[in-house]
């Protein structure tokens, strides 16, 4: 397994709200060839969340990217890794793996 460190930050640390939206910023979602109106997959690893593109076979934690690129993290995913209102979130890209990746800080 990747360390964190070998991945991308793109800008600092952000919350992410009592609703879970996050941006995903568009100069990363364009060169990754993420849309908007696409379905993406959501999943919790090694203590951060990975946004991938879809496996339509996957049935697991699926959402839509927004018109202006925002996303919901699903709130099982934020009670899990104990994300509240206040608790910010650093936003990584992982080229090799083409997705976004979401560390509590």
């Known amino acids: 397994m990747r360390e964190v ?12 709200g009592k609703t879970g939206l996050i941006n995903l910023p568009k100069r990363w ?27 339509r076979n996957n049935t697991e934690n699926h959402r839509y990217i927004s018109s202006n ?19 910010k979130v650093c936003v990584y890209v992982d080229t090799e793996e083409n997705s976004f990746v979401l560390r509590p800080e």
């Open 5 to 16: 460190d070998l991945m991308y930050i793109l800008h600092t640390c952000k919350r992410i």
């Open 29 to 55: 979602r364009v060169k990754l060839g993420f849309d908007c109106g696409e379905l993406v997959e959501i999943s919790l690893r090694d203590n951060a969340i990975w946004i991938y593109h879809s496996n």
């Open 69 to 87: 690129g925002n996303i919901s993290i699903p709130s099982e995913i934020r009670k899990l890794l104990k994300i509240n209102p206040e608790t």
